[in-house]
T-cell receptor, first 114, second 115 residues
């Protein structure tokens, strides 16, 4: 079964610093990959998705992620953290082709320090 | 932006009781899902529903669970006899299509506490 591994359940960055949240996937065929964000007391919101059209994917709120097949990675980055970025971030995978469910990683809580 | 609505936001029940979690997906969406997140653990897939039938379910979704789309707008998850380990945040999601255009819209969740 396909899965994603998120390294670091908690990440702290200073306001204005680079945000890097790591995600590696396990799949022999490049799948669809997603990053979702969950703000406190809210549902999951799609940040961005990789669907094989381009390896560098830009999402909302200044986030982007790069698909690297050689590293089976899909890390999420943002050049400059803002206080409002504090949330939990989930990497997710769905196999390419046909109907398949989306499988989520364990999540990474991002803390932004003023 | 359209949103998925879930009610109630919190549900407390006694072990062995039945609960129904309610969701109103986005109106033109065709694919519906339930996920759950036990505190401190990953978001887990429970079930997907399309064309008025279950299209896939996980091993968690046993005979105690059922889903229904009773009236074309609501999508419900029923747990017949709740167990302590059913305590979790339950998320409903819907999407308009599958494949490259797929985008799951999630509700804000129902926190279920089984005592």
């Amino acid at each position: 079964a396909q899965s994603v591994t998120q390294l670091g359940s908690h990440v702290s960055v200073s306001e204005g610093a680079l945000v890097l949240l790591r995600c590696n996937y396990s799949s022999s065929v490049p799948p669809y990959l997603f990053w979702y964000v969950q703000y406190p007391n809210q549902g999951l919101q799609l940040l961005l998705k990789y669907t094989s059209a381009a390896t560098l994917v830009k999402g909302i709120n200044g986030f982007e992620a790069e698909f690297k097949k050689s590293e089976t990675s899909f890390h999420l980055t943002k050049p400059s953290a803002h206080m409002s970025d504090a949330a939990e971030y989930f990497c997710a995978v769905r196999p390419f082709g046909g109907y398949q469910k989306v499988t989520f990683g364990i999540g990474t809580k991002l803390q932004v320090i003023p | 932006e359209p949103e998925v609505t879930q009610t109630p936001s919190h549900q407390v029940t006694q072990m062995g009781q039945e609960v129904i979690l309610r969701c109103v997906p986005i109106s033109n969406h065709l694919y519906f899902y339930w996920y759950r997140q036990i505190l401190g653990q990953k978001v887990e897939f429970l079930v997907s529903f399309y064309n008025n039938e279950i299209s896939e379910k996980s091993e968690i979704f046993d005979d105690q669970f059922s889903v229904e789309r009773p009236d074309g707008s609501n999508f419900t998850l029923k747990i017949r006899s709740t167990k302590l380990e059913d305590s979790a945040m339950y998320f409903c999601a819907s999407s308009e299509e599958q494949g490259r255009g797929e985008k799951l819209f999630f509700g804000s969740g129902t926190q279920l506490s089984v005592l």
